[in-house]
């Protein structure tokens, strides 16, 4: 208890995106103010932080300057500079740590510490070449997915490969960066796992949500998922095993695919996750406030479900959606502030409550 | 729907306390920025507003540059000079309208309203001197209560009458304001109706509220509040007359006293109020969102409630209770970042769900 942030104090988070604006929110309400890094200008967080510094994370001074003005920092942004991420843990705590950071943003790294639990993965293997792509086809099979090792997210940076006569096509959009073979994964369903570790050691999830995706971006999050209750313990208990073995403080995302046979983890995010609005609206403590209550030394919330719940991201146009969805009186609407409608791009999302109790 | 405020729009807000705070998230949420006006500096909202204004309600231009950057006005707090709203008017709808906020500015106009209508209050008399007092506590009879007309905020500027030898003390106490002498209501408790009226003029009331006050500040509010279903309707109903007869366009909180033979209104504010900070933890849409759908032309949103709530203000020193009411899982925390916990000062609030469903 005598670990808890003062309130008053200030949480400095690393990305301005809608992550952060609900981060940000969830900081408020527990007594504390933020300040927000992020190299774009007029980022959502900016409208519901405290303070907002517009810079790259490249420039040492605002970096110096942005951690000297908070207690503590996190993060809704994994691909953070190692350089930047250096600069900063010489001046304040991040939380989650670094060890986290790094092993989700390399694909292979995250695969080995999987593996070193005894997890289950898909089959991988490392491609750097032209003939380690050959030799990894060869063991691994089509179709397979040819995945950048960093910087991956929604969907970029990933190639397919249905036979082997894509190989080249697909190394080709690698662009020459060091590069993952993922074997194909037979599965029913996604599910995400979305847990939360205290600083005192605590572990708690929520229940998990079942993912469906479109165009490489998620769509929906329905729970209850689809899982045996025996399914649903290993999921928990799986993710618990990982939070503990990074010394993990925060809420982290954790993607399985369900096959008859296991619960292959797809990967990790160490930060709230898309698949996790649901909680907004399902349960009492929601993944930004659990996510603020363990970096903040708070004891977690209460994440038990009271509701079921469907997140529907809306994408690009969708926003048209909103007068509509507006007069709906079982769906909560989350906007983010974002001026324009792109492709592709997350506008907001709504939860519809399908059953209470 | 065609009057819907277009996402990305700013909403200003005239106060920058806890009510404006909590209405900044609102309005975030669904897609708005906001611009606080707030004569102190550091106020609680600002945490959480994308811009804020710090000048006094008699700065013609800060008032003008602020009109100016927003596309409706809307108020946390209702003793705003008339000056200032005229000016604010000239340039910007504000909503809920002049007519509601003066008639709850004046606590004469305001008991007159409501005998306008039909409805029941405390017997009242206007008092501006020595004489008038004397008058008035022959009719109305003591004990009672003596108000400053105008500017009354949580039991400020309010004086007991026990016996009619009380009379001088309590008038000098006014400092020589217009004031009005309330008759003494014995009520058996105190509810509080928190309705709202959307543009097109629909009108939506929470389950109401049972308060209690500890020395003039509210203590807690619990529902459901133990009132027969008649009271309940009749509680309702009475609040939608007031909004209608207002065309008001927000949130208010009308205040009840319960008596064997009747509602007797205590006093309305025409803004959000503390005494429905349980919605947030009790309603899929809160009295903080309905406010912004209804200034902003929404559809009024879900307000039924699925949760029996006691809200518990925080005042001064109970902010030390917050790591012990951290570790309860039925206890939902919404603390306002205020760095000093002076007494009576309203540091945050706390709903505890008493049961769902």
């Known amino acids: 208890m005598t670990d808890m942030l003062p309130p008053g104090s200030t949480i400095g988070i690393l990305g301005g995106g809608q992550l ?4 940000s929110v969830a900081a408020a309400r527990l007594g504390y103010r933020t300040h927000v890094y992020e190299p774009a200008a007029n980022p959502p967080a900016a409208d519901v932080a405290h303070a907002v510094t517009t810079a790259p994370y490249e420039d040492a001074a605002a970096l110096t300057a942005f951690a000297r ?4 920092i996190t993060y809704e942004f994994e691909n953070v500079p190692t350089s930047a991420l250096d600069l900063l843990e010489s001046l304040r705590p991040i939380r989650p740590n670094r060890r986290a950071l790094a092993t989700s943003q390399d694909r292979i790294l995250e695969k080995d510490f999987l593996a070193s639990l005894g997890l289950t993965t898909a089959p991988y293997a490392a491609v750097t070449s032209a003939t380690d792509l050959d030799t990894a086809l060869a063991r691994i099979g089509a179709p397979a997915i040819l995945k950048t090792t960093r910087l ?3 969907g970029k940076g990933q190639a397919r490969i249905r036979a082997a006569t894509d190989a080249p096509e697909a190394l080709a959009a690698m662009q020459g960066a060091p590069s993952v073979l993922e074997g194909f994964v037979d599965f029913a369903f996604e599910v995400s796992v979305i847990a939360a570790r205290g600083l005192s050691g605590e572990v708690a999830a929520y229940d998990p949500g079942e993912n469906v995706h479109m165009d490489g971006i998620l769509h929906t999050t329905t729970v209850p998922a689809r899982l045996t209750p025996a399914q649903r313990t290993d999921a928990v208990l799986l993710a ?7 010394d993990y403080v925060g809420v982290m995302g954790v993607e399985l695919f369900v096959t ?9 995010a160490p930060r709230v996750h898309n698949s996790g609005h649901w909680t907004q609206n399902g349960c009492a403590v929601d ?4 996510h603020i ?3 903040a030394g708070w004891p977690l919330g209460d994440g038990s479900r009271h509701a079921d719940v469907e997140m529907l991201n809306l994408i690009g146009d969708d926003i048209a959606q909103v007068p509509a969805l507006a007069r709906r009186k079982d769906t909560a609407i ?10 592709g791009r997350k506008m907001g999302h709504v939860n519809r409550i399908l059953r209470r109790g």
């Open 20 to 23: 952060g604006r609900m981060l």
């Open 69 to 72: 003005s908070v207690d503590v």
């Open 152 to 154: 991956g997210y929604d």
């Open 240 to 246: 618990a095993r990982i939070l503990n073995a990074l």
């Open 260 to 268: 008859p046979a296991a619960l292959v983890v797809n990967e990790i």
């Open 287 to 290: 993944q930004f406030e659990q």
């Open 293 to 295: 209550r363990a970096i």
């Open 334 to 343: 989350h906007l983010y502030g974002k001026a324009e409608a792109r492709p």
